[in-house]
């Protein structure tokens, strides 16, 4: 549902570096969006995209979107988290440098 929701709202642009941590990290359940935040902020730092770790069969909608390998970023000034919880508690966080 989230590759749905980020395919509407980056919709006629090039398909943002997209990953998740979960895969090498677990469910931190109430720390998951701190964690993710701390990622985030770090990715930015080193201008790398992290890997989906874990990742061995790509769905056709994520394609594109995804990869298992870090990826080098050019000038990445702005990084979004988003986090969907329990519950229907969700949430997008945009850092910008």
Do not use: C
């Given at each position: 549902?989230?590759?749905k929701?980020?395919?509407r709202?980056?919709?006629?642009?090039?398909?943002?570096p997209?990953?998740s941590?979960?895969?090498?990290i677990?469910?931190t359940?109430?720390?998951?969006?701190?964690v993710?935040m701390i990622?985030a902020?770090?990715?930015?730092?080193?201008?790398?995209?992290?890997?989906?770790?874990h990742?061995?069969e790509?769905?056709p909608?994520?394609?594109?979107?995804v990869?298992?390998e870090?990826?080098?970023?050019?000038?990445?000034?702005?990084v979004?988290?988003t986090?969907?919880g329990?519950?229907?508690?969700?949430?997008?966080?945009v850092?910008k440098a």
């Amino acid at each position: 549902m989230e590759i749905k929701a980020f395919g509407r709202v980056f919709a006629g642009t090039p398909k943002p570096p997209t990953y998740s941590i979960k895969g090498s990290i677990g469910h931190t359940m109430g720390a998951a969006g701190l964690v993710e935040m701390i990622m985030a902020i770090k990715s930015m730092e080193e201008q790398v995209i992290p890997p989906s770790v874990h990742l061995a069969e790509i769905d056709p909608e994520a394609e594109g979107w995804v990869t298992a390998e870090a990826v080098e970023a050019k000038d990445m000034r702005v990084v979004m988290s988003t986090n969907s919880g329990f519950g229907g508690v969700n949430v997008a966080l945009v850092l910008k440098a």
